[in-house]
């Protein structure tokens, strides 16, 4: 969806690459309460540590700004996320 694809800071969530890729892929989802999730298909590998520190994002959450306008968009989120968890 065009909108929900806008450069806009709402629709910002700062990631380092391998988080972003992950991200993209739905190996990781962030919920409209700002709680990481990892996807089943990479909790029951086993591939070393890299793997293993993105395992331990599961149940963590979000460090947001102060500022609320500058934390992401939780309907975005959402909508983000109901993929995320269709592809489980």
């Known amino acids: 969806d065009e909108l929900l694809g806008q450069p806009v800071v709402p629709n910002g969530v700062p990631l380092s690459k391998i988080h972003h890729a992950a991200f993209d892929a739905h190996l990781i989802g962030i919920d409209p309460d700002y709680r ?8 029951t590998k086993q591939d070393g540590p890299m793997l293993e520190a993105l395992k331990r994002l599961n149940g963590g959450a979000l460090h947001l700004s102060s500022r609320a306008k500058d934390c992401p968009d ?3 989120l959402a909508v983000r996320f109901e993929r995320f968890k269709s592809l489980v």
């Open 36 to 43: 990481l999730h990892v996807s089943e298909r990479l909790l």
């Open 74 to 76: 939780r309907d975005r």
